[in-house]
């Protein structure tokens, strides 16, 4: 599982609760991405960010915040304002100029 | 914005038999079709990508065609194992866009 981590593997929000995942690459990729998956839904693009202190919203970021302070690291956070957040996160980096996507293990997010 | 259509969802064949997944997408400026495998519990892997300017590729068992004017590509698996069960995801990007991706097609091979 080198180069693009993903943390906690599985995690539980209580109502009302904002929880953060984590997605830490050591590949030195300059583009990071959120997806949410869910059965028969395919991958959906939550957010992204193509260079440090600079993010987008994808096609779904309500209830959904991101920053991107270093290179290395991009996190989710999932706000009481997501009222269903029970999915399956996965995290992804691309090298610049190179459109494969690289993922994460992913995280499994469920509402208490 | 691009929009991707993918079938069938799940699709179930014989050890040894083809198999096909179909996508169609709406923007006419995509230029570049991925496809992912994901096996279960694991995460999605890019298997065979095709661009525009091409119309075919193939990798051993695995090939994608695509056709510009009718807007769809396809994934052909030959001589299946049960190794290819899995989810097959499709994708299309638009030149400097999002990568959008189909629904998924469950693969299964039965022995």
């Known amino acids: 599982d080198g180069g693009i981590t993903q943390s906690p593997k599985y995690l539980f929000r209580k109502e009302g609760q904002n929880v953060t995942l984590s997605c830490e690459q050591n590949?030195?990729?300059?583009?990071m991405y959120w997806y949410r998956q869910d059965p028969g839904q395919g991958l959906r693009l939550i957010y992204y960010?193509?260079?440090?202190?600079?993010?987008q919203k994808g096609d779904i970021a309500e209830g959904y915040s991101v920053s991107r302070e270093k290179k290395e690291s991009f996190p989710l956070t999932v706000t009481s304002a997501q009222k269903n957040p029970t999915a399956f996160y996965l995290c992804?980096?691309?090298?610049?100029?190179?459109?494969?996507?690289?993922f994460g293990s992913g995280t499994q997010l469920s509402v208490l | 914005g691009e929009n991707v259509e993918q079938h069938p969802s799940t699709l179930s064949v014989q050890e040894g038999d083809s198999a096909v997944i179909k996508c169609t997408y709406s923007d006419s400026a995509s230029n570049y079709f991925p496809w992912y495998k994901q096996e279960l519990g694991k995460r999605p892997q890019l298997i065979i990508d095709?661009?525009?300017?091409?119309g075919e590729k193939k990798d051993q068992r695995i090939a994608v065609t695509l056709n510009k004017t009718a807007k769809h590509f396809s994934l052909h698996i030959t001589e299946t194992q049960p190794e290819d069960s899995a989810v097959y995801f499709c994708a299309a990007k638009a030149g400097g866009g999002k990568l959008i991706f189909g629904q998924g097609t469950e693969l299964s091979v039965k022995p």
């Open positions: 992804a980096s691309t090298e610049w100029g190179n459109e494969n996507l690289f």
């Open positions: 590949l030195n990729h300059d583009a």
């Open positions: 095709i661009r525009s300017n091409v």
């Open positions: 960010s193509q260079i440090v202190n600079d993010f």
